[in-house]
């Protein structure tokens, strides 16, 4: 996970969160992905900051969710270039 940007959206600030591989994985697939993408963004989430509304394992369910969401996207959207 990478810290990316803090941006303001209605007045609220946010962090993305970048979900990018690590070069030092154990499976070989993803670290011979990580060496050849080695900065490639596979998901991002955007994380509200101060959010009081929320326990903290809240927000980690929602990171995960939105992570998955964006993931499962770029899959879609390659499979489709492929066909």
Known sequence: MDYGEKFK???????RLNFQLNKEAERKT??????KKSHEVWAKADVL??????????????I?????????KKIEKDVKKKT
Not at 30 to 35: P, R, S, T
């Open 9 to 15: 959206n209605d007045n609220q600030e946010f962090m």
């Open 30 to 35: 993803l670290k011979d992905l990580a060496k």
């Open 49 to 62: 900051l101060n959010d009081s509304k929320k326990t903290e394992d809240e927000i980690s369910d929602d």
């Open 64 to 72: 995960f969710d939105d992570l998955e969401k964006d993931l499962e």
